[in-house]
Structures are given as structure tokens and as C-alpha cells.
């Protein structure tokens, strides 16, 4: 069995305890992680308050720190291959997105390499004439940066990105739902050369693990992605520590389809917008909210390509569909879909348990436009699509708005005076207009209402990462 390590303070660390971590396609142990309790987190976030005000790293220019991001971004690329077959193998998800991925992971840190050097202070015009008064932009302290299994690589980076960026130092556990790929992406932290301390990288449960980084006295700033009853745990911790937080927390996106939108381009949108990363990501459009005069057309579209839809082994490039990551996930969902069918919505496709090993759910769409479903209400993290319909833009944008989450959003149609009236009032951080999923490292992302606050990506996030000292100077 393959054998993982904490990085901490500049040192692969074994940690006193450990667990297993399975495999989703098979429901096998395959690796052997370190567990972080109370003990390694103490020592891990006194590194990085260490690193953060001694030694080589408060000493680097904004260029240099750049350089070191640089050198990073390189890293990630070259050891695409290895990082995202780790993510595969410990997470479930498929190798044709793992791999994908991994090039936009590496153009963040590029991104914020070039941004090290770009954040700028101010001078302040006060009506003084004998004193200069300016604004220094300063790093916010030891960041935590606490991510979900999906998508580690990618949460990580942009936390750690930006936070480097502005002079902060981190811990960052990963999840113990497939740590894999983030304790093997120490290793490149360590080969680009940044100070012992800079950045350290550990494992364990919320519970312990988690609980004991975000209320830690020395965190300044706490940059959690995860799902929102976690997020009110870690803001109760953060009562503790009275650390400035951001959540990236989880959606239930609507998806809309006018009668006048290109259905065969919306449809692909939607089947890649809810089946992609088997549904567990928290853009995934599951409402899809259609207006009733096509439902049926659309609809029959829909189930044609979900069929369609290739499940298999994560590993093989031409999967499209791969297992969930944990068996705890696929029963939720097999009970959420059982529900909301034994309360009268109807099957379209899916929603049955396979018998064969690893944690497989098929592509499931259910029409709930008869019945107020389960499936409507709760973020499920997988794939499987709830079906609500339309006649006017009032309505539909009262069903997409009827939501505490407020992440993302899809609008399809030719109409743009329409578009741009229904892009004003979507309650969500994200539109996308005839298109689904686009990210950009210069665009922020972030969510409304219980999706959380703050926004990743772009320069915002990196100023995110710092406070500001106001300095008064007497001139005369
Ligand atoms: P989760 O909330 O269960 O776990 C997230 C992280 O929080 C893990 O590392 C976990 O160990 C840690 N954690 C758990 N309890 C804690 C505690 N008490 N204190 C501190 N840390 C604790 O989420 P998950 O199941 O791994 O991921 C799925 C969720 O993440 C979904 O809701 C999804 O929408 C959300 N998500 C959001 C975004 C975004 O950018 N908005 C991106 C990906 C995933």
C-alpha cells in the first residue's frame, strides 16, 4: 500500500496516527495516509507564523516571491501527469477532467506569479500640508486554507496562489477524503525552493484536524471551501481565533432554458453542467428550470445524451461518467432520489443502485414539475438533474431565485434585452449566458446568500490576502 506524508515546516512528517484511504472505483484501500490531531496542526501553524516574520521569506522582494510562484506553476505543469493521476485514483474522479485540471492549476499559479509584484499601497491627499499619509499593503498573517475533496489541487491553488502572492504563509489540510494529490503537491512546493514554513501541507479529520487549524490563536485568515454546516463550524472556531474568513461554499444552480435558446447547444451544456465530475461539484447546474412550451423536446434530447453517457473506470480517457467519491455520498443520494420518486416526481432516466463494486451512480434526471421534491431542495453532489418548468421570465426567475444558495447560474436564450434583464436580478455570484462552467484565473468566482462570501481568482483575491497600515508621517 502506497504511504503519503504531512509537509511540515520544511520536513516529510509520517504523524503519530494514520488512516486508509480507499479507492472509489474498486471501494478498496489503496494508500495509507498521515492523520494531523491537535499536535502536528500546533506545529505546522507555529512554522508558518515562524517563516511569516523570520527568516528568508519576509526578506524576498514581491519579484522574487513571484519568481518562486513561477517556478511552482512550472512544477505543477510538468508533473501533470503524476498529480492527476493521484487525484483519479484517490478521489473517483475521472482522468479526462483530473488531467484537464491540472493545466488550469498550473496557469493560477502563473497568474498570481505575475500579480506578486502589481499589489500596490496608496497615498492619501489629506488637507495637511506638513504630513504624508500613505496606505502599505501588508500580508494578513497565517492563512488556514481548508479545502473539500473534489477539486483539491484546484481549491488549493486558488488559496495558496494568492495568499503567496501577497506574503502570507499557510497551512493547508487537505481533505481526508482523498488527500492524495495535495500531500504529493507538497513535494513541488519543496523542489520550487520556497523557505521551510512557507507553506505546509497536512491531512486529518474536521472534526480534530480541521477544528484544531481554524480556531488556532495564530491564524489570521482563514480560506475555507466545503459545504455550508461545515463552514458554520469553522466560523464558530473562528470566534476563537477572530480570523477574517472566506467561504466557497456549495450551490444548487439553476439552469435555464428559454423556448428561443439553441437546444442542442444548451443541452450539451446541461448534460456536461450536471454529469461532469459525476455531479459533485458545486457549480453543477441541477435545477434545470425550462420553459414549458419545449420541456418535452429538451427533455428528450437530455435523456438521449445522458444514456449516451460512457461510465467506467476513472482511469480510462475515454470515461465520461466515473464513480462518486465515498459510498456515505452515493446513499444520500439514492435516498434523496427514492424520496422525491415516492413523492411523485417521475424518473426520466438513472436512479437506480448499480450491483457492480465502487461507488457508481448512474446519470439520473427526475421531472419534479408536478411535485415540491427533495431532489429541488438540497445540494446533492452528484449527478442527478431536477426538472422544473416555466411559462413566464417572472416565473422562471422566481424558481431560480428559490434557493438560500446563490453560486452560479445558466441562462440560455437568443433573446439579449432578455438576458440582460434576467442577468440583474439572478441571485447568484456567476452568470453564464449560453455557455456553462467557463472559469478564468482573471475572473473572481464566488457565491450569494448561503453560498458564501468573499471571491476567488483575480486581483481581488490577492488583496483578500492582505491588510492595510496606514502610516502618518510629520514632514516639518
Ligand atoms: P465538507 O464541508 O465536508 O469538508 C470540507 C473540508 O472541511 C474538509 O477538509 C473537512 O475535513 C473540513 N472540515 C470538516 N469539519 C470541520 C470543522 N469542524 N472545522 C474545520 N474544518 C472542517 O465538504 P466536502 O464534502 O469535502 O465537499 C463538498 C462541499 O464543498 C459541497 O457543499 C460543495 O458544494 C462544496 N464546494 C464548494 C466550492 C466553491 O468553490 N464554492 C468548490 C468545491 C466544493
Not at 114 to 132: R, T, V
Not at 401 to 418: V, W, Y
Not at 427 to 450: C, D, E, K, L, M
Amino acid at each position: 500500500m502506497r504511504r503519503f506524508q504531512h509537509y511540515i515546516d520544511g520536513n516529510f512528517e509520517d504523524g503519530a496516527h494514520s488512516f486508509e484511504s480507499l479507492d472509489p472505483a474498486t471501494g478498496a484501500a489503496w494508500a495509507e495516509m498521515p492523520e494531523a490531531r491537535e499536535a502536528d496542526v500546533d506545529s505546522a501553524v507555529t512554522a508558518a507564523h515562524k517563516a511569516l516574520h523570520a527568516g528568508a521569506w519576509p526578506a524576498l522582494t514581491a519579484t522574487a516571491r513571484g519568481k518562486l510562484l513561477y517556478r511552482l506553476a512550472d512544477l505543477v505543469a510538468s508533473n501533470a501527469a503524476k498529480l492527476a493521476e493521484l487525484e483519479t485514483q484517490d478521489t473517483g474522479k475521472i482522468i479526462r477532467e483530473t488531467s484537464a485540471q491540472i493545466a488550469y492549476v498550473a496557469e493560477y499559479y502563473r497568474y498570481y506569479a505575475g500579480l506578486a509584484d502589481k499589489i500596490e499601497g496608496s497615498h492619501l491627499a489629506i488637507d495637511k500640508p506638513d504630513m504624508d499619509v500613505w496606505l502599505r499593503r501588508e500580508p494578513v498573517g497565517v492563512v488556514a486554507a481548508v479545502v473539500p475533496w473534489n477539486s483539491q489541487l484546484f481549491l488549493a491553488a486558488v488559496k495558496i496562489g494568492p495568499a503567496l502572492a501577497a506574503g502570507c504563509t499557510l497551512v493547508v489540510k487537505a481533505s481526508e477524503d482523498g488527500p492524495a494529490p495535495l500531500l504529493e503537491f507538497a513535494r513541488l512546493v519543496h523542489e520550487a525552493g520556497f523557505p521551510a514554513g512557507v507553506v505546509n501541507v497536512l491531512t486529518g479529520f474536521g472534526a480534530t484536524c480541521g477544528a484544531a487549524l481554524t480556531r488556532h490563536p495564530k491564524v489570521a485568515h482563514i480560506a475555507f471551501t466545503g459545504g455550508p454546516e461545515t463552514a458554520r463550524q469553522v466560523v464558530r472556531n473562528s470566534a476563537e481565533n477572530l480570523a477574517s474568513t472566506s467561504l466557497e461554499l456549495g450551490g444548487k444552480s439553476p439552469f435555464i432554458v428559454f423556448a428561443d435558446a439553441d437546444l442542442e447547444s444548451a443541452a450539451n451544456a446541461q448534460v456536461a453542467g450536471i454529469f461532469a465530475a459525476t455531479g459533485q461539484s458545486c457549480v453543477a447546474g441541477s435545477r434545470l428550470i425550462v420553459e414549458a412550451s419545449v420541456k418535452d423536446r429538451f427533455l428528450a434530447i437530455l435523456k438521449a445524451k445522458a444514456e449516451a453517457v460512457k461510465i467506467g473506470s476513472p482511469l480510462d480517457m475515454d470515461t465520461e461518467v466515473g464513480p462518486l467519491c465515498t459510498n456515505r455520498q452515493r446513499e444520500l443520494i439514492g435516498d434523496i432520489v427514492a424520496r422525491s420518486v415516492a413523492a411523485g416526481a417521475e424518473l426520466v432516466t438513472g436512479g437506480h443502485m448499480p450491483e457492480t463494486p465502487g461507488f457508481y451512480y448512474p446519470p439520473t434526471i427526475i421531472d419534479c414539475t408536478k411535485v415540491k421534491a427533495p431532489s429541488v431542495e438540497r445540494e446533492l453532489f452528484g449527478p442527478v438533474l431536477s426538472v422544473l418548468s416555466f411559462t413566464s421570465e417572472e416565473e422562471a426567475l422566481a424558481l431560480a431565485n428559490d434557493t438560500p444558495f446563490g453560486l452560479a447560474s445558466g441562462l440560455f436564450t437568443q433573446n439579449l434585452t432578455r438576458a440582460h434583464r434576467m442577468i440583474k436580478r439572478i441571485h447568484a455570484g456567476v452568470v453564464w449566458v449560453n455557455t456553462y462552467r467557463a472559469v478564468s484565473p482573471i475572473a473572481p468566482f464566488g457565491g450569494y446568500g448561503q453560498s458564501g462570501h468573499g471571491r476567488e481568482g483575480g486581483l481581488a483575491a490577492a488583496l483578500d490576502f492582505t491588510r492595510t497600515k496606514t502610516v502618518w508621517l510629520r514632514t516639518s
